[in-house]
């Protein structure tokens, strides 16, 4: 008998020595698990050290174990792994059970894991559901529970853990769902979150509230058989609503400009580094400013389409055999906020009331939010399946409120740098991100108009030409070229610093001969301009198509007493520890002399005065800059600065199709640069052009000298 039960005893250590030789072959060694590092978002700062933007390949924030709240923690625990705190990785009767039913069922394990077997599973192992997996499971996890204390393992799974939405992490899972940190959760909240790793789909807030509101309550109900919260409170979650307060998507405030770091950044460190390292990227950007150039863009396209009256012809999803029911829009990421410009699907149209939806929330509009249009009633030119465009502006109750606006296809773009270091402090790149990431401040080449022809002037300047000399504005040929003045008139002989401010065509084109074109563009080249340019006559009017990063940093030559700073978006980048990667310095080359640079700038300042550009002279503080209009009116430029400054604003169409007539830079550009130059200007009242301040600084001297005995 007891040979008997030594056999089998030896049979039955020799298979289970046979069952973990066989499924510990190939583990990963526990000491992977103590270097490893998990992919992590790179955050991107703006230049006062505030978050705006990420890349990562999955959103995660890893904290530490003090940064769950402590309900989170026990919520997990409760629906997870009742006894994680005593257990040694496995639970032998779960796991037992489960490969009973593996047995059974012949191959497909059930559900058995703690929460050191589900680490292991996510860090090391495949999804497929074996018994051979779920042994390797066990065998690792007893390793984890031998190599680390509790709260690390807690802390390694709640940082690991997908949650849906590209969200890996409780940290992450609390910003995105909640719009808070994990350590601020209330029991709602936390038990949600607990809920999501079972089925992050099915059980998705979003996609299920239902069967996500259950869930919580499951979970809310294991905490009270717990103890761990008292009936009171379980019946006040248990009764509360979702709450959702999703997180403003990433890179919504500036996308454009995070894109531009993103592909520098990808450049220099490689796509892997970029996306996974979790890397601090300190950059140029202003958020303040980037908010204003925001605004100021759509509010001078608001005001463009409305001067052209209601167009129409508005896509129609039911038209189009879409079912409005499941239609969804590309806007349509995140919460609505007012401020925003977006698109919405009219789902109710009565005389005096148009009711739409924006996701999952109601718009609703009445004839005050049209009456720019002309139409007193809904029903005369909505239908129930149209996509509109609207400015949201708050809530009344339950419901969205907002005017009417119009997408006609018109864009915009807006650049600003600060002139001294070349810092990147704004950028817009179009009307809407998400329908197109095509970057037309930076990717768009566009005739520049009369916007050129500050570069025809310092040639002439360069070549002994004064703003107090004479020319002839007068009906001239230039071979078979005949041009003419877009006001049409002729105003004989005028000071070049009147023919300048008034961007008169015939006296440009005068200088641009007289000098030559080859040395024109010779002269376009010192600013840093890099396009093609033909060498004939017609480019001195801007007959040539140049991108407006190009020509804001060519501008802030004139402000800068003739030096060319590059201009660049990133200052620094870390390592997710600090370490430094690089630092960023300027580029800074003389383009012009600083005389040539003043006399420029005397002829530049004119025009905000008193030239084509004189409602600038509202702002009241010294500005300098040159509007552009191409023929046909396809593109609408105001290029401008302060001292500190220089921004530049273009409108026109992508299919360069006309803006219309009289659509001029004055009328379409110059009124969103000076939105943009309130505020870049604003706390800015002594500064001055280093002209200015020499003359002033004589001044000055005078004065004293008059008044000494």
Known sequence: MALAFMALLAITVGSLSGLMLVYSVNLPQIEDLERYRPDTTTELYDAHGRSFGSFA??????VNYGDFSPLLRQAVISIEDKNFESHWGVNVFRVAGAIYHDLRSHGRAQGASTLTMQLARNLFLSNQRTMGRKLQEAFLSIQIEHNFTKQQIFTLYANQIYLGNGVYGFEAGSNYYFSKHANELRLPEAALLAGLPKGPSEFSPLQNPDRAMRRRNAVINAMLEDGTITAPQAEAARTAPLGLHIETPPNSIAPWFV???????????????????????????????????????????????????????LLNVIAGGIDPETFKHPDWSGTPQPGQWVHALV???????????????????????????????????????????????????????GT?????????SLMAMDNATGDVLALVGGRDFNLSQFDRAT????????????????????????????????????????????????????????????????????????????????TAQQFGITSNIPAYLPVALGAVEISLKEQVAAYSVFPNDGIRVAPRMVRRVTTADGMPMNEATSQVKEAISS??????????????????????????????GKTGTTSDYTDAWFMGFSPSVTCGVWVGYD???????????????????????????????????????????????????????
């Not at 009124?671 to 000055?700: C, L, N, S, T, V």
């Open 443 to 522: 990717q768009a080449e566009r005739q520049t108009g009369s916007s050129f022809k500050p570069y025809v002037y310092t040639a002439a300047v360069e070549e002994g030409v004064t703003p107090e000399e004479t020319i002839l504005d007068a009906p001239t040929s230039f071979g078979s070229y005949t041009p003419h003045n877009y006001e049409g008139n002729y105003l004989g002989n005028i000071s070049v610093l009147k023919a300048f401010a008034d961007s008169r065509n015939i006296p440009a084109l005068k200088l641009a001969q007289r000098v030559g074109m080859h040395k024109v563009i010779a």
């Open 259 to 313: 894109e531009e770091v993103r592909r520098e950044l990808e450049k220099q460190f490689g796509t892997d580094e970029v996306h996974e390292a979790g890397l601090k990227v300190y950059t140029t950007l202003d958020l303040d400013l980037q908010q204003r150039a925001n605004e100021a863009v759509m509010n001078g396209l608001a005001q463009y389409e409305r001067r052209h009256g209601w167009k129409g012809r």
């Open 57 to 62: 390949l999955e959103r995660r924030v890893v």
């Open 655 to 709: 299919s360069r199709q006309s803006l219309g007539d009289k659509e001029t830079g004055a009328r379409a550009a110059l009124p969103i640069w000076m939105d943009f130059m309130q505020a870049a200007i604003a706390g800015k009242p002594d500064e001055m052009f280093p002209g200015d301040a020499h003359r002033a600084g004589a001044q000055q001297l005078v004065a004293a000298q008059r008044r000494a005995p």
């Open 595 to 624: 005389r040539v640079a003043r006399t420029m700038m005397v002829m530049l300042k004119e025009v905000t005065h008193s030239g084509t550009a004189k409602d600038a002279a509202a702002l009241n503080h010294p500005l300098g």
């Open 404 to 412: 009417l606006e119009q997408d006609s296809g018109a864009q915009g």
């Open 347 to 401: 789902v109710g149209v009565l005389p005096y009331q148009v009711t739409a939806r924006i996701g999952n929330h109601q718009l609703m509009l009445t004839p005050e939010d049209w009456s720019w249009t002309g139409f007193k009633t809904g029903e005369q030119f909505l239908s129930k399946g149209d996509i509109i465009y609207v400015h949201l502006k708050g809530e009344d109750g339950n419901l969205l409120r």
